[in-house]
């Protein structure tokens, strides 16, 4: 068997509205100035509290934690609302594509809360297409690899046989150090050369680009 492992937020669906819109609620309550939308997106993939204390570095404890909170009562709100980020064009083909393929595995390693997870991945009706489900509950933060080395040890894949694909360079940074191959994606919220400089194999353009690479990858003999 082989493993294709998925982040969610700038690879999967494009979250950067409810992901921004959150993170500036959360500073709202916590009495702290808005942030411009590309220093919060550049921290996506880092669970929320190291991107909390990445983005405030001067701001006390107990400000991190108002953030915290803030944003996920945000977050929620929105989602219960009924907001729902859309997946990227051409995910639901590859994902399809992939499913097709007998000896292929799908999986996902974001730093997303299960609880994020499981609502949106319901909510576009993907809920079972994946067998092991890596979120920020129960490991260190990206670009730590307790993510990947937890779904290599729950589908018995070996790292040689796993690929991550994501579309910053902590995804990257993170497969590496597991010793699994990186494919970074450009439509992300890390820049393509950041990918390529934390070890990604390839930046895919798009998803029809990333479908056929990986493709080629599942029917590639690998030790």
């Not at 909510?123 to 779904?151: C, E, N, V, W, Y």
């Not at 798009?206 to 990858?217: E, G, K, N, R």
Request: with cysteine.
């Amino acid at each position: 068997m082989k493993l294709v492992l998925f982040d969610v937020d700038g690879t999967l669906v494009n979250s950067q509205h409810e992901i921004t819109q959150s993170m500036n609620l959360g500073m709202k309550s916590a009495g702290l100035p808005e942030m411009d939308p590309a220093l919060i997106l550049s921290i996506v993939g880092l669970s929320l509290p190291i991107a909390v204390a990445r983005l405030l570095p001067e701001a006390t404890p107990d400000q991190h934690d108002r953030v915290v909170l803030g944003y996920r009562e945000a977050f929620f709100a929105s989602r219960t609302a009924g907001a729902l980020p859309p997946l990227y064009d051409g995910a639901l083909d590859c994902l399809d594509a992939l499913a097709a393929q007998d000896e292929v595995l799908l999986g996902i390693a974001t730093g997303k809360a299960m609880r994020g997870l499981v609502s949106l991945l319901d909510g576009h009706g993907l809920g079972t297409r994946f067998i092991t489900k890596q979120t920020a509950d129960g490991h260190p933060s990206k670009p730590h690899p307790a993510m990947l080395h937890s779904a290599l040890s729950e589908t018995g894949v070996a790292a040689g046989r796993a690929v991550m694909i994501g579309d910053t360079s902590f995804d990257m940074e993170m497969a590496r150090s597991a010793g699994i191959l990186g494919f970074g994606v450009s439509w992300g919220y890390h820049p393509s050369q950041e990918l390529h400089a934390a070890g990604a194999a390839l930046v895919a353009p798009d998803y029809a680009a990333l479908t056929q690479a990986l493709l080629d990858w599942t029917t590639k003999e690998t030790a």
